[in-house]
Each structure stands twice: as structure tokens, then as C-alpha cells.
């Protein structure tokens, strides 16, 4: 139990379009998922943390208005790239605190986003 | 949230011990360690977590120090699907935040 999965797992978008990426809990509720981003041979940058039905938070330097969150429910997160650009190019990975009685939080499978 | 430090970077041979150290000189008694790895390519996967006793599970062993200061993975027979970057991270068990700071980690090579 206690499955997070992304999708789409892999992504490549023109310049200036919008992407979309995925964050489920297959299997349990998640209130609170958060958001990293992770550029090849670097750690994983903590982007935001997404609340279901209130407002996400953002790390100081990430901008919203480019990095939209959406928690609409118990199971799903979304992160949507506006006016994407090459340099938004990236891995982004959602995590979730796992069901009660877990101590541990659940990553996504990931989600590279290639922008041409 | 406090800080961890880890080598760069660790080698093995096939079949032999692991020990990945870290180092967290400022952890707070209510710290719980937490040790994920990634593989390439994928999400970080939960390997084991402690808060003062050694622990045990099926993936590894986890040793903390007395003193909490620092901590050792053993990896009791590594394997080539064990290479990966693995990351030691303390997550505050009073805060509820499962808000994971990730530090540099140890990227291990496993030797055929």
C-alpha cells in the first residue's frame, strides 16, 4: 500500500504552451503532497506544499503564477507549468505524507519535463 | 531544519557491506532520521528510519549514534541494483511536516 504516481511520467512541450503534471495517492488520503524539482545531477528542491481545498504554499524564489497548484481533492494534486521554457526543462517528483500509522512520505515515480 | 552532511560520493563491491555515513551535528531530540535512496531516473524510495535505537528491516540496517550527532546505512550485501544516490534526511516528529529538505547525498557505485 501507499502509492504515489505522477503522470505523465515523460513530457516535451513547444515553448510558451502550458503542461500539466499528475499527482495521485493510488491507495490512501493525502492532505497535504508537495512539489520538488531536480535538474540532472542535483539534489531534489523543495518547490511547494500543496493543501487540498486552500491554497499552496511556495518556497521563496518559486513563482507561482509560473508553477500553478492545484489540491482538489484527498487524491490528486496538480502542477501545471504556465508559458513554459526551456529552462523549465526539469524532473519534477510530488510526495505525500503516507496513511496514518506511517511515518514515512511516498514519492511519485516523477515527471521529466523537456520544453523545445 | 536541520542540517546533514554526506560524502559526495561511496564505492562498493558486489556482495559486500555498505556503511553510508551521515553526519547531523545539530539535530533536535525530537529529530526522527529518515534514509531514502533514488535511482536514476525515479522518485526517492523509503529505506528505513530511526530515532535513537539501531534499527533493522529487510532493505537495511540503520545505526545512530549515541549522541544522535550522526548516523551509519549498512547495506549488509550490496548489490548492482543498489546503486543510487541515497539520501539521509531529518524530518520533525512534533511539526507534522513531512516537508523533506534533501542535502547532496551519497551517490554509490556498486563494483561487479
Known amino acids: 500500500g501507499a502509492v504515489v504516481s505522477q503522470h505523465p511520467s515523460r513530457v516535451i512541450c513547444k515553448s510558451g504552451t502550458s503542461v500539466k503534471i499528475e499527482c495521485r495517492s493510488l491507495d490512501f488520503q493525502a492532505t497535504t503532497m508537495f512539489w520538488y524539482r531536480q535538474f540532472p545531477k542535483k539534489s531534489l528542491m523543495l518547490m511547494a506544499t500543496?493543501?487540498?481545498?486552500?491554497?499552496?504554499?511556495?518556497e521563496q524564489g518559486v513563482e507561482k503564477d509560473k508553477f500553478l497548484i492545484n489540491h482538489a481533492s484527498l487524491t490528486l494534486s496538480t502542477l501545471t507549468v504556465t508559458s513554459a521554457h526551456p529552462e523549465d526543462s526539469s524532473f519534477y517528483i510530488c510526495s505525500a505524507r503516507g496513511p496514518r500509522g506511517r511515518t514515512e512520505a511516498f514519492f511519485g515515480q516523477g515527471t521529466r519535463l523537456t520544453v523545445v | 531544519d536541520a542540517k546533514t552532511t554526506q560524502p559526495n560520493s561511496m564505492e562498493s563491491n558486489e556482495e559486500e557491506p555498505v556503511h553510508l555515513p551521515c553526519n547531523h551535528s545539530t539535530i533536535s531530540g525530537t529529530d526522527y532520521i529518515h534514509w531514502y535512496r533514488q535511482l536514476p531516473s525515479q522518485g526517492p524510495e523509503y529505506v528505513i528510519h530511526?530515532?535513537?535505537s539501531n534499527v533493522n528491516n529487510r532493505m537495511a540496517s540503520l545505526a545512530i549514534a549515541e549522541d544522535r550527532k550522526s548516523s551509519t546505512l549498512i547495506l549488509h550485501r550490496a548489490t548492482l541494483r543498489d546503486a543510487a544516490v541515497y539520501y539521509c534526511?531529518?524530518?520533525?516528529?512534533?511539526?507534522?511536516?513531512?516537508?523533506?529538505?534533501f542535502g547532496t547525498g551519497t551517490r554509490l557505485k556498486v563494483l561487479a
Open positions: 530511526g530515532l535513537t
Open positions: 500543496s493543501n487540498e481545498g486552500s491554497k499552496a504554499t511556495y
Open positions: 534526511i531529518l524530518r520533525d516528529a512534533t511539526s507534522g511536516t513531512y516537508k523533506y529538505i
